[in-house]
């Protein structure tokens, strides 16, 4: 190569050179802008409809909102807000349409107050033990409206799923509560009431039902001397009273006296 050659690519790259040192000190060499940080979101929910203190609340009824954090933390929210739904899920309180929603807000099974938002104001709870003889299973549900049935008598007591009756005199059936609103059935429930099933396996069962405060005394002497059935109320065609004259043709109930003769005339024997 010659010497002409070699001067000339030499002299190339000092223009080049000094081209660069240029471009540096005029600014032009500025490093890249950094990208902006990245905006972190929050999820909340809001209520989509007006919600009442004691309502079952489910995903239908809230929107779920994605807010910038900045954002979120002026409602109160640093991170995602996660609510726990189920069906037996209630409002603790009042909820405005629109209202933004938090977990302090709903009440779950087994929580302080949630029997209290799942009765009906002014009702209370009652444990009722009634005969499983003729208890059609999974046929009444918590929700369901029954009507009680007790049979009756003045010489027997009818409380004990085994008793037997040897006198007829003055025994009847009949309703003693309709459209009783049934809250738990044995393990039937997912709404937090629990009945605890009576002690005698399969002759009797528990019913969590919701009644008025006046009726607690009755319902309480009954459980003690009569013989309880329950069925699903029917409003068109309820449950009739009945005696022993209306299934025994010939029974009377009236007592026979004679002289030295000290057997009564009611006395048929058997088990009722």
């Known amino acids: 190569m010659s010497s002409k050659v070699t001067y000339l690519i030499a002299f190339l790259a000092v223009i080049f050179g000094l081209y ?59 991170e995602d807000i996660s609510l726990t739904l189920t069906p037996a899920t209630l409002a603790a309180r009042n909820i405005d349409d629109g209202e ?10 087994g929580q302080p107050g949630y029997l209290d938002l799942l009765t009906t104001e002014g009702m209370v709870l009652y444990p ?3 005969s499983a003889t003729n208890l059609v299973d999974n046929y009444i ?52 009431v629990k009945p605890k099933v009576g002690i005698n396996g399969e002759l009797e069962t528990t019913v969590v039902i919701e009644v008025a405060p006046q009726a607690v005394s009755r319902l309480s002497l009954a459980q003690r001397t009569m013989f309880i059935e329950i069925y699903r109320s029917q409003r068109q065609h309820p449950i009739p009273d009945a005696d022993v004259s209306d299934i025994i043709a010939n029974y009377t109930g009236i007592k026979e006296l004679r002289g030295g003769d000290d057997d009564s005339g009611d006395d048929l024997g058997g088990a009722f």
């Open 141 to 192: 549900h918590p929700g369901d409206y029954i009507d009680i049935l007790t049979v009756s008598s003045p010489h027997t007591n009818l409380s004990n799923a085994t008793a037997e009756l040897t006198q007829f005199t003055g025994v009847r059936a009949g309703l003693l509560m309709q459209q009783v609103r049934v809250m738990a059935l044995d393990s039937q429930s997912d709404n937090g």
């Open 128 to 130: 009722l033990t009634i």
């Open 100 to 109: 933004w929603v938090f977990p302090e807000q709903l009440s779950q099974p």
């Open 20 to 78: 660069g040192i240029l471009d540096l000190v005029s600014g032009n060499g500025e490093p890249a802008t950094p990208p902006p940080p990245e905006v972190k979101m929050v999820t909340l929910w809001q209520a989509s409809s007006a919600i009442a203190e004691g309502e079952a609340v489910s995903g239908s009824i809230l929107t779920r909102v994605t807010l910038t954090q900045e954002e979120a933390a002026q409602l109160g929210a640093n």
